[in-house]
């Protein structure tokens, strides 16, 4: 009944952009952080970005930071990861993952938003060059 999906994943060209969308079923995003990972075949699981929800604080990889931007609406149960400027590094498998808030909030730390109990599926990005 818990349930992650991601979709809007796709096949695009380096520059272009895409809109990751995350929907939850089964339980509400209040007080829950949200976040994004990808995995790139034959490489370890990064951490893209995340998102608390009480005060908004995200965290961004440095390799996509000023290109990607997180974003949620709880009435709709939605996460969302907008991508700019795609560069062919991107390619990678995007899950989206949500839990419990972690309440020491310290931005030097990846993905320090909270503790990723539930996760999805994955959607399929790739960007050609």
């Known amino acids: 009944q818990v349930e992650l999906v991601e979709s809007g994943g796709g096949l695009v060209q380096a520059g272009d952009s895409l809109t990751l969308s995350c929907d939850a079923s089964?339980?509400?995003?209040?007080?829950?952080?949200v976040a994004w990972f990808r995995q790139a075949p034959g490489k370890e699981r990064e951490g893209v970005s995340c998102?608390?929800?009480?005060?908004?604080?995200?965290y961004y990889a440095n390799s996509v930071k000023g290109r990607f931007t997180i974003s949620r609406d709880n009435a709709k149960k939605t996460v969302y990861l907008q991508m700019n400027s795609l560069k062919a590094e991107d390619t990678a498998v995007y899950y989206c993952?949500?839990?419990?808030?972690?309440?020491?909030?310290?931005?030097?730390?990846?993905?320090?938003?909270?503790?990723?109990?539930?996760w999805g599926r994955g959607t399929q990005v790739t960007v050609s060059s």
């Open positions: 089964g339980f509400t995003l209040d007080y829950y952080a």
């Open positions: 998102m608390r929800d009480s005060d908004r604080r995200t």
């Open positions: 993952a949500t839990g419990p808030q972690n309440e020491m909030v310290d931005s030097s730390i990846p993905m320090y938003c909270g503790i990723y109990d539930y």
